[in-house]
């Protein structure tokens, strides 16, 4: 597994982190913003200990568990391709934690995503995280779940981040909400 020091990894803070896109995306999972640890392997989700990997997994989405921590390999990579899943962030830039984003960050990242997903034009979009979701839309009362508006035409959800912070979800619950998603997608 690959080390970094502490000043390695705060001097990622800024990076941007490419999307993991393939030619056919069906479902488009969003989250926040990149952690410095996946800014230095260039990979979501790559901490040890996200629950996003094992959740897709115990979902049945993926037919292995993916992991991350060293960066992408080719063979999860083009296994995600074939799947039809992308990753997106909402702020593409790293950074320690989401809650150093500003408001202005997540709004501008909003608009930029509403774009994107116009290019990508997935079947289904699932933002991982309530808060974020909110401020990113103006959304102040959207609740978890399939959304009532679409992004760009898109089928539109908002589900549990996997960030450890959420302390509250486990694997399960959050397969149970990703699964919905997924089967959504087609």
């Known amino acids: 597994m690959a080390r970094f020091t502490r000043a390695e990894l705060q001097a990622l803070t800024g990076t941007i982190v490419d999307d993991l896109l393939g030619p056919d995306v069906r479902l488009l999972f969003v989250g926040i913003n990149p952690g410095l640890w996946t800014a230095a392997v260039n990979a979501h989700f790559a901490r040890k200990g996200n629950r996003f990997w094992p959740a897709l997994y115990a979902a049945g989405i993926t037919p292995r568990l993916v992991d991350a921590s060293d960066g992408m390999r080719p063979d999860d990579l083009a296994m995600m391709h074939g799947l039809g899943i992308g990753i997106t962030n909402v702020v593409p830039t790293a950074s320690a934690r989401a809650d150093e984003l500003t408001r202005d960050e997540i709004r501008a990242g909003a608009a930029a995503l509403e774009a994107k997903v116009a290019l990508v034009r997935p079947q289904v979009v699932a933002v991982l995280g309530l808060t974020v979701y909110r ?16 992004l760009a035409d898109a089928e539109l959800w908002v589900l549990p981040n996997p960030s450890g912070l959420n302390a509250h979800e486990t694997v399960a619950s959050l397969a149970a909400a990703y699964r919905e998603a997924w089967d959504a997608a087609g």
């Open 135 to 150: 401020d990113a839309f103006a959304r102040p009362k959207a609740a978890p779940g399939r959304q009532p508006e679409r």
